[in-house]
């Protein structure tokens, strides 16, 4: 009921992280361009396969953003969807199926709809068949006043592979629409190329494949550049139609797109064994946020997809205090170093908790259990309190009014 919530609203409350003085609204009144890029992580970036660069644009496009280089994801079953729902919501996904699925008749009170308080036009831009993670349903459950699906996408043969549209045109496409969209708007959209099985055409390879015994990992670099190569002329698009000076362009890889399965694979491109910790840190995704106006700056506060919400808004200018969120803004000085996976793992300042032991990050190794002890209980808590929001659709019972706020 909605005493529940208020237990879990103080939990909430005491977690808050008051804004960034210097930082707080400095993207007011601009629009908000959030791409979900497909499967990438963070370990491509400013790396190479067969002495080619696997990022380029990536890697230039990060020194003129907020970078934040020590930044997890946060998913489970759900996938992109998972992402969709930490970004938005700022509370962590189902240990178990989607939340997409499970729980599209809750309330929430996602970014989107905070947004549009604030006079944005929200929507969201994915060239797939809109039912696919039961998105129709869920996207109105967030409240994105428009969902750009595959029937708003001209979508042929020749501009498909893989899964469907690929990146390229569907950038190129999607600015069209956004010409005629009113502004600010607030945009969130989703690639689709760098998926598994990582299929492409021949004219998209820009660099070699990888030579392992996974033909998935080896795939993978040539769609990454492909992907990396569709942001380049997304950023180019954008400039053309006038609408980047007025935009703030944020770009979050959404989930793993090399599972455990290719360990060894992954081990030989590395050029070290894959432990539990290394599999950990792994699940870093790229997360940066580009601001006309604003130098680019390397943040590396652990974090993770949580966090997107708070530290969004609060550059637009939009405070989040009384919001039930389990997130922090990353650029507050309040911030705590911490992020917790779905399947209870968790990194800190100096620690990864992984395979049920403790690793120092500075060395690499297992080292004595008691200094994640604290932490371990930290993860429970947030991940019970999410649950219970979702299982309990506890924001039916939130009024941005009511005394919660106060608290
Ligand atoms: C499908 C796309 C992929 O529309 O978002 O979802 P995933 O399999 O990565 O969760
Ligand atoms: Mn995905």
């Not at 100096?350 to 395979?355: H, K, L, P």
Request: charge should be negative.
């Amino acid at each position: 009921d909605g005493s529940e919530l208020t237990e879990i609203g103080n939990f909430s409350d005491a977690n808050y992280a008051a804004p960034n003085d210097e930082l707080f609204g400095a993207a007011k009144g601009k629009n908000l361009i959030m791409v979900s890029v497909e499967s990438t992580q963070a370990f491509v970036m400013n790396n190479k396969v067969n002495g080619q660069e696997i990022t380029p644009f990536l890697n230039d496009f990060a020194k003129e953003s907020l970078n934040f280089t020590n930044f997890y994801h946060q998913t489970g079953q759900g996938k992109t969807s998972d992402a969709e729902f930490l970004t938005e919501n700022s509370l962590y996904p189902l240990s178990r199926g989607a939340v997409f699925f499970t729980h599209s008749g809750n309330e929430f009170n996602s970014m989107a709809e905070k947004l549009e308080e604030n006079g944005y036009y929200s929507n969201a831009m994915h060239a797939n068949n809109k039912s696919f993670w039961n998105r129709d349903i869920m996207y109105d459950a967030i409240g994105y006043e428009r969902f750009y699906d595959v029937n708003d996408y001209e979508v042929n043969e020749d501009n498909s592979v893989n899964w469907g549209m690929k990146d390229v045109p569907f950038f190129e496409q999607s600015v069209g629409l956004m010409k005629e969209m009113p502004q600010p708007f607030y945009s969130k959209m989703i690639t689709l190329t760098n998926h598994h099985p990582f299929y492409y055409d021949e004219e998209d390879k820009m660099i070699d494949e990888f030579n392992s015994n996974s033909g998935t990992l080896n795939r993978y670099f040539v769609t990454v550049r492909y992907t990396d190569e569709a942001l380049k002329t997304f950023v180019e698009d954008l400039k053309e139609a006038g609408l980047y000076e007025d935009s703030v362009i944020v770009l979050y890889g959404d989930h793993y797109g090399i599972s455990e399965n290719h360990n060894e694979a992954m081990a030989q491109y590395l050029g070290k064994e894959v432990t539990p910790y290394v599999s950990a840190e792994l699940q870093k995704v790229p997360f940066m946020i580009h601001i006309p106006g604003v130098d680019g700056q390397e943040i590396s506060t652990v974090g993770g997809q949580v966090d997107v919400r708070p530290t969004l808004l609060h550059l637009l200018g939009i405070d989040t205090k009384g919001d039930v969120q389990f997130g922090q803004d990353l650029l507050s000085e309040d911030h705590e170093n911490f992020a917790a996976f779905r399947d209870g793992r968790f990194v800190t300042e100096d620690y990864v908790y992984a395979g049920d032991a403790c690793w120092d990050k500075a060395t690499g190794e297992q080292t004595d259990a008691t200094y994640c002890t604290p932490y371990i209980e930290k993860a429970a808590a947030e991940l019970n309190y999410s649950d219970r929001v979702i299982y309990g659709d506890l924001l039916r019972f939130y009024d941005p009014d009511s005394a919660i706020k106060e608290q």
